[in-house]
């Protein structure tokens, strides 16, 4: 009984009208008539009002109620279904602007499924067309790749070497900075489990910076070296963000690399020429009362002896007086050598 009734309500024309012109999908069948002309036997509500047809349009060559432009593709594309004799899906994108549905500029992209009915013949009789609206869609989608278009370029333009990580600390990415200054690829150190780019002294340090960044922490201006391709040490002042999936969970961290190897080199000039004799290159008074400060501290702790022996040049002076301070700094680096 139930199912007598579901039939008697699917035959009923009424009801077939207003499900088709509730349909936000735009509906052509189409007959294909003897002289291969096209005409149209039934649109639903959002195809009519897409191109401004009406009741009268039916039975009318579409070329005739059609813009050129959009007769042109849609003659060709069921052209090829009737070819193919097989339903057939494309895409196009469609200037809209002259359409009288659409009062501003613009385009709009279509999803269009064509399905050609055959009769016992073998021969192509009608036509249907059901034309899915993606703009909104496609809009987000070219927001999107707008948007990581910009990033790309941000990302690749920075002078610091920046990397991504996933929560299982695999590199997933690196920017150009990162390729120039360290040598190394992102597909090279996908492939590398290894982490050859930290040093081994440096392993632990890193893992601890990890346990913070999945707390949630940015670790910022912490010292790291790395290793570069070529094997040479670079010094990086590094800052460390956490990433997040879509559900607020930590799933990674994002790395900032600054170059510093430079200013570390000036640093240790420095620190040679604060605690260095720069004629012997040997511990000057400053690094000597230092180490004797630390030494003394740990003689008194060990209850142990400690001896220090100092050396001197006997008539030192005469050598300068004789043969010129030259000579002198050469017998002073002599003997340090020999020492």
């Not at 040598?183 to 601890?208: C, F, H, N, Q, Y």
Request: proline fraction near 4%; hydrophobic fraction near 35%; charge should be negative.
């Amino acid at each position: 009984m139930n199912e007598k009734f579901n039939l008697e309500i699917l035959n009923r024309p009424d009801l077939f009208y207003q499900l088709i012109n509730n349909m936000t999908d735009l509906v052509f069948l189409t007959k294909v008539n003897h002289d291969k002309t096209l005409s149209y036997v039934l649109l639903n509500k959002p195809a009519k009002d897409l191109y401004g047809l009406t009741n009268e349009s039916y039975g009318k060559p579409i070329e005739k109620v059609l813009p050129k432009d959009a007769y042109d593709v849609v003659k060709s594309k069921y052209d090829e279904a009737m070819e193919k004799k097989k339903p057939i899906k494309y895409e196009d994108m469609v200037n809209v602007s002259h359409l009288p549905k659409y009062s501003t500029n613009g385009v709009i992209y279509w999803e269009s499924t064509i399905t050609p009915v055959f009769n016992p013949e073998g021969e192509c009789t009608h036509l249907l067309a059901i034309v899915r609206d993606l703009t909104e869609q496609r809009m987000q989608e070219n927001e999107i790749k707008r948007i990581k278009d910009r990033f790309e370029l941000v990302w690749n333009s920075v002078a610091d070497a920046m990397f991504t990580f996933d929560k299982n600390q695999n590199i997933v990415s690196v920017n150009k900075a990162f390729e120039k200054l360290l040598g190394w690829t992102a597909e090279e150190l996908v492939k590398d489990k290894s982490r050859s780019i930290i040093p081994e002294e440096d392993k632990e340090d890193l893992r601890k910076i990890i346990e913070r960044v999945k707390s949630g922490e940015t670790v910022t201006t912490h010292e790291v070296k790395r290793i570069t391709k070529s094997g040479e040490i670079i010094y990086f002042l590094g800052s460390f963000s956490p990433l997040y999936d879509q559900n607020g969970d930590w799933d990674g961290g994002v790395v900032a690399y600054k170059d510093i190897t430079e200013r570390k080199k000036y640093e240790d000039k420095l620190k040679q020429l604060a605690l260095h004799d720069p004629l012997t290159g040997l511990p000057n008074r400053t690094y000597f009362s230092q180490c004797l400060t630390i030494e003394m501290d740990k003689a008194k702790k060990t209850k142990q002896f400690l001896s220090v022996l100092v050396l001197d040049i006997d008539r030192f002076k005469e050598i300068n007086d004789t043969y010129g301070h030259d000579i002198g700094d050469e017998v002073i680096k002599g003997i340090c050598q020999a020492c």
